[in-house]
C-alpha cells in the first residue's frame, strides 16, 4: 500500500527524529511511504482560532498533496482528527469538495491507529528496556477512539513495562493558542499532569502528540525534573529514541 | 445577574491560588467523574439512549412555537396560569405581581438556575417578599451573600469548616463540625419556613407538553415541600424546557441524575400539573408557571441551536480539566464550565465574556459526556469565529494567524523560515537543550521551559537523506 | 405586543427559510401523532423477578424493605422495625390503610393527613418501578402527598403485583387507571438526602430519614 505520510509542523520542526522513527515503523508495515514536499501545517491553528479562511486554504493543499494515496498517515492524533472530522466540516456549504475531503478522511489514520488496526503491524524494530507510563491525548482519544492501538504496540516489546498513570485521559493543558493565552490555567493543567507523571515511577511518559509532550517535558523540566524521559510512541517503538 | 465575566482572566490568577477552593475542586472527580461513570454503564445502550435524549430535544427545539402552545394549551386546562417573560426584569415584575395579587409575605424556594439569571429574591425582597432560600447548597450561599459557583451542586466550592462558621455565627448556635449536625441544623432552622410560607417557588427540570406538568428533581425534599404547602406555587423555567411526552421525559430523567450526580435517579422526581382539587388536603390553590425567553429564542435556527438542548446536570463542567482547577465563579455569570462558556455570551454578550469562548483546551470530555450530545467544543469554536468576524480578537492574535498561515501556503519560503528559526532556537537552548524564556509567549514560558528543537527540520534533513 | 407575541413571534421567524409554510402546516398534526403515539425510548430489558429487582435496587438507595404474605402482619412488622430503631409507635396512615390490626400491635395509627408534629407516615402506592427501587405516588383526598413527606420516618405499604419495570410501564398503568395526571405524581426513591456539603451523601435533608417499603400483596 501507497501511504502518503504527514510529519506534521510540529513534528517537522521541532524533533525531526519522530518523522524518521515513523517511517521506518511504516516500512517496517511493509509500506511504500511518500512524504510530499511541499507539505507544511494542516491548519489546525487557525481552525481552532476561528480563523475559518486560512484553515479552508490549508485544507485545499492538503487536498491537492495527499488525495492520491491509499492512506494518509499522521504522527498525531490532533492534526489527524482535523482532517478526519474537521476538514469535511469545514467545507459543508460544497458538497462535492465535502465529499472529497470525507473520502480522504476516511483514509486517513493517526500513526498507532494505522499500525495496529491497518497495517496490523506484530512485531516492531525498537528494543526500549523500562517502565513507561502513556499519556492519551485529547484529540486521538475522543475523536479517533485511539487508545488501546499504542498500548498494544507497546505490549509487543518485551522490555517494556507500562505503568499507567491516574486519568491518564485528562487533557495535560496544551490546547495550542491555549497555553500562550491562558498560561497560568496551562501550567497548573501540565502540572497536575506531571504530578500523576511522577507518581507512577516510570522512566518515561510516552504519548502520540508532540504538542501535549512538549507541554510536559516543558513543565518537568521547570519543576527540576532533568531525568524523565519525555517520548512520543513512535521513538519507542521504533527504536530511535537515542 | 450581572455578567463579570470580562473579569475572568484576574479571576483564575485568584482562584488558582486559593488553597481551600482547590481542596474543595479536588473532590469533584470522585464524587462525579467516578459516580457518574458507575452509574451511567447501567444504561444497557447509552449511545442510543443519548441519540434518543438528543432527538426528543430536537424534535422541540425545532417546532418550539407549537410545543409551547401545546404545552400553554394543557397546563392552562389544568388550572395553571402561565405567563411570557421576555427578559429578567420581567421575570421578577410577574413575581412580584403574583406575590402581591396573593397577599403573599414569605416565600420557600427551591433551587432555580433561572432565578439566578434574574436575581430574583432581591426583586422580592424589594417588593416586601421574604424569600428563604430551602436547598441547603443555596441556603448557605443566601446566608454568605455569594452566588452558586455549580449549576447542581452550588456550594462545592465551601468545606464544611466554613460552613459550620457560618451557622454558628448566623443562626446563633452552638458551632456544630460534623456534616450531618449541620444538615439537621438547617433542617430544623427551615422547617418553620416551609410550613409559613405563602408562596413556593421553583424551577422547572422539564415542561411536559402532554399533559401541561412541570417536573422537578430534587433530593432534600425541599422542592416537594415548596409545591405542596404553600398555597401559591411558581414555577419559573426557560422556554426551551418543554420536552413532548412523559415517555419523552422518561428517557431525559434515565440520564439527568446519573450525569449530573452520579445517581440511578434523584430521591425525589415530581410531576406537577395544575391547582389542588377540591377535596385534596394539600396542594397549592394557584400554580402560575412563568416561562423565561431571555435571548433563548434568537439561538433557534441559527448554528447555536444545539445548545438549547441542555438539560443542566453539570456532567460538562464536572469532567472540564479548566472547571476542575479553577471553579464556577471565574466565569463570572450564571452557568459555568463548558456549558457556561457558551450561554454566557449567547445570553448575555459576546462582547462582556471574550474569554469564555477561548479558554478551552477543545479537549473534547465535555462533549465525551454530554447526555443530550451537545457538540460543546464545535459550539465554543464558533463562538471564536464570531470574534474573528465582528473584529473582537487582539490584533496580535490576528496577525499571528494570518502570518502563519500566509507562510505555511509558501512551502519554499515556510521552508527557509523554518530553517532558519530552529536553528536560532537550538542555539539559544544551549547545553541543555532548554528555553527558559520566549519572548512575546511569556504564558507559556513563565511556567514551563520550552524543549528546544533539534535544529533541523525533517524536511530538509529527509532531502538530504535522498530519500524520495 | 405582548411578551407571549413577541416570543412566539421571533420564534416563528426563526423557521423562516426553514421550509416554514410546510412546517406549519403540518406541525399541529405532527405534534398530536407524536402525543397519540407517545412512542418510547431505548430502556433496559428487565427479565426475571420484578419484586427482586425492586428489593434489590430499594435497598440500593438505603430504603428498608420488609415482607409478608399476608398484608394483616403489617402492623407487627412495622412495630418491631420501629422498636428496633426506638422510634415512636405512632403515625399517620392513608384512609385506606386504616382498617389494618394497627392497636392490636401496639401503634397508635390516625387516619389523616400528616402534621409537622407527625414522626411516622404510612402509605400505599400507586405502583413501584423495580429499574431504579422507586415509589410512584399520586396525590389525592384518600392520598395526601404529606404523609410520605413530613414525617422522619416513611412507611409504604406496596402490593408486589404492582411492580412495574421501568417509569414508562408506570405512566401507561396511569394512563389505564386515571383519566389524568392529578395534581402531583411523586417517584420517591429512598430517605432525602443532600451532598451539597462537601459532596458527602447525608440521609435526612428535607424529607425522611428513612423510608420504609414493606412489600404485602392486597387481598
Known amino acids: ?242 | ?468 | 405586543m405582548s411578551a407571549r407575541e413577541a416570543i412566539l413571534g421571533r420564534i416563528r421567524n426563526a423557521r423562516n427559510g426553514k421550509d416554514r409554510h410546510e412546517q406549519a402546516a403540518g406541525a399541529t398534526e405532527a405534534i398530536a401523532a407524536h402525543l397519540a403515539r407517545h412512542p418510547r425510548g431505548p430502556a433496559p430489558a428487565m427479565p426475571g423477578d420484578l419484586p427482586a429487582r425492586f428489593r434489590e435496587r430499594a435497598l440500593k438507595l438505603s430504603s428498608d424493605v420488609l415482607e409478608t404474605a399476608d398484608r394483616k402482619e403489617v402492623p407487627t412488622l412495622l412495630a418491631r422495625y420501629l422498636n428496633e430503631r426506638k422510634l415512636p409507635l405512632a403515625g399517620v396512615c392513608w384512609p385506606s390503610l386504616i382498617g389494618l390490626p394497627w392497636s392490636s400491635a401496639g401503634l397508635d395509627m390516625q387516619s389523616r393527613p400528616a402534621r409537622d408534629s407527625d414522626l411516622v407516615g404510612v402509605t400505599g402506592a400507586f405502583c413501584a418501578i423495580a429499574e431504579t427501587g422507586t415509589l410512584m405516588l399520586l396525590s389525592g383526598a384518600e392520598t395526601p402527598a404529606t404523609t410520605s413527606l413530613l414525617p422522619e420516618t416513611h412507611v409504604a405499604v406496596i402490593d408486589p403485583r404492582r411492580i412495574v419495570a421501568t417509569m414508562e410501564d408506570a405512566w401507561d398503568l396511569l394512563r389505564q387507571e386515571c383519566r389524568q395526571p392529578p395534581r402531583a405524581v411523586n417517584f420517591v426513591s429512598g430517605p432525602s438526602r443532600t451532598a451539597d456539603i462537601e459532596q458527602t451523601v447525608t440521609l435526612g435533608a428535607h424529607g425522611p430519614y428513612r423510608v420504609l417499603l414493606i412489600l404485602a400483596p392486597a387481598r
Open chain 1, 1 to 242: 500500500m501507497r501511504v502518503g505520510f504527514f510529519v506534521t509542523c510540529l513534528v517537522d520542526t521541532m524533533r525531526p527524529g519522530i518523522g524518521f522513527a515513523s517511517l521506518k515503523l511504516l516500512e517496517a508495515a511493509g509500506c511504500e511511504v511518500v512524504v510530499p514536499e511541499h507539505q507544511t501545517c494542516c491548519g489546525q491553528p487557525g481552525y481552532n482560532s476561528g480563523d475559518h479562511k486560512s484553515a479552508e486554504a490549508m485544507a485545499l493543499k492538503f487536498l491537492a498533496e495527499f488525495e492520491t494515496f491509499d492512506y494518509v498517515v499522521l504522527p498525531s492524533g490532533s492534526c489527524a482528527g482535523m482532517i478526519r472530522v474537521h476538514y469535511p466540516d469545514l467545507f459543508k456549504h460544497d458538497p462535492e469538495l465535502s465529499a472529497r475531503f470525507a473520502a480522504l478522511g476516511q483514509r486517513t489514520y493517526e500513526l498507532t491507529d494505522f499500525l495496529h488496526r491497518i497495517a496490523r503491524l506484530e512485531k516492531v524494530p525498537g528494543t526500549f528496556q523500562g517502565t513507561v507510563t502513556y499519556h492519551d491525548s485529547c484529540s486521538g482519544l475522543r475523536e479517533l477512539d485511539v487508545y488501546r492501538q499504542p498500548r498494544a504496540l507497546l505490549a509487543t516489546m518485551p522490555g517494556v513495562k507500562l505503568q499507567e498513570m491516574v486519568e491518564s485521559t485528562t487533557c495535560c493543558g496544551f490546547g495550542g493558542t491555549f497555553s500562550l493565552k491562558y498560561g497560568e490555567l496551562s501550567t497548573r493543567m501540565a502540572d497536575n499532569k506531571c504530578q500523576h507523571i511522577t507518581a507512577t515511577g516510570a522512566d518515561a511518559i510516552v504519548g502520540g502528540d508532540l504538542g501535549c509532550l512538549l507541554n510536559i517535558e516543558g513543565r518537568l523540566r521547570r519543576t527540576g525534573d532533568h531525568t524523565t524521559r519525555v517520548l512520543h510512541v513512535a521513538e519507542v517503538l521504533s527504536g530511535e529514541e537515542k
Open chain 2, 1 to 468: 445577574m450581572q455578567n463579570n465575566a470580562i473579569d475572568f482572566k484576574r479571576q483564575v490568577t485568584v482562584k488558582l491560588a486559593d488553597i481551600k477552593l482547590q481542596g474543595a475542586l479536588s473532590r469533584l472527580q470522585s464524587r462525579f467523574v467516578e459516580g457518574r461513570s458507575a452509574v451511567i454503564s447501567e444504561i444497557a445502550d447509552l449511545p442510543e439512549t443519548r441519540n434518543a435524549a438528543a432527538a426528543i430535544r430536537d424534535r422541540v427545539l425545532n417546532d418550539l412555537e407549537h410545543w409551547l402552545l401545546q404545552f400553554e394549551q394543557q397546563a392552562t386546562a389544568r388550572g395553571a396560569i402561565v405567563h411570557w417573560a421576555e427578559t429578567d426584569e420581567d421575570v421578577n415584575r410577574i413575581v412580584a405581581g403574583i406575590a402581591r395579587q396573593h397577599g403573599v409575605r414569605t416565600a420557600a424556594k427551591s433551587k432555580s438556575m433561572v432565578s439566578e439569571e434574574c436575581e430574583l429574591n432581591d426583586a422580592l425582597e424589594q417588593a416586601g417578599v421574604e424569600v428563604m432560600e430551602t436547598d441547603l447548597g443555596e441556603y448557605i450561599l443566601q446566608l454568605a451573600h455569594e452566588a452558586p459557583s455549580h449549576i447542581v451542586a452550588p456550594v462545592v466550592h465551601k468545606n464544611k469548616e466554613e460552613v459550620a462558621d457560618l451557622f454558628a455565627e448566623k443562626h446563633q448556635l452552638p458551632r456544630k463540625t460534623g456534616i450531618a449536625e449541620l444538615c439537621r441544623e438547617a433542617r430544623e432552622i427551615l422547617r418553620p419556613a416551609f410550613l409559613n410560607a405563602d408562596m413556593g417557588i421553583s424551577g422547572a427540570n422539564f415542561l411536559v407538553a402532554e399533559t401541561g406538568s412541570a417536573l422537578i428533581v430534587t433530593n432534600e425534599g425541599n422542592g416537594r415541600l415548596v409545591t405542596t404547602l404553600p398555597r401559591v406555587h411558581v414555577a419559573i423555567t426557560g422556554i426551551e424546557k418543554v420536552v413532548p411526552t412523559l415517555e419523552d421525559v422518561s428517557t431525559l430523567v434515565r440520564l439527568l441524575p446519573r450525569s449530573a450526580t452520579g445517581q440511578s435517579i434523584t430521591n425525589y422526581v415530581s410531576v406537577l400539573t395544575g391547582t389542588r382539587g377540591d377535596a385534596d388536603h394539600d396542594g397549592p390553590e394557584h400554580f402560575h408557571i412563568v416561562l423565561l425567553d431571555n435571548g433563548r429564542s434568537k439561538l433557534l435556527g441559527s448554528d447555536m441551536q444545539e445548545m438549547l438542548r441542555c438539560i443542566r446536570c453539570g456532567a460538562c463542567m464536572n469532567h472540564c480539566p479548566v472547571y476542575q482547577n479553577i471553579g464556577g465563579h471565574a466565569y463570572g455569570w450564571v452557568y459555568p464550565g463548558p456549558m457556561g462558556s457558551i450561554l454566557t455570551p449567547l445570553l448575555s454578550g459576546l462582547e462582556k465574556s471574550p474569554d469564555l469562548p477561548n479558554a478551552s483546551t477543545f479537549c473534547g470530555a465535555c462533549a465525551a459526556v454530554c447526555p443530550v450530545k451537545i457538540p460543546l467544543p464545535d459550539l465554543l469554536r464558533k463562538l471564536r469565529e464570531q470574534q474573528m468576524e465582528r473584529g473582537m480578537k487582539s490584533r496580535q492574535e490576528t496577525f499571528m494567524l494570518k502570518a502563519w498561515a500566509w507562510l505555511a501556503l509558501r512551502p519554499n519560503l515556510y521552508a527557509l523560515a523554518t530553517r532558519i528559526a530552529v536553528r536560532v532556537m537550538r542555539l539559544l537552548g544551549g547545553k541543555e537543550r532548554l528555553l527558559h524564556r520566549l519572548p512575546g509567549a511569556h504564558g507559556w514560558s513563565d511556567g514551563r521551559d520550552f524543549p528546544a528543537p533539534a535544529g533541523r527540520t525533517f524536511r530538509e534533513l529527509y532531502r538530504q537523506g535522498g530519500r524520495k
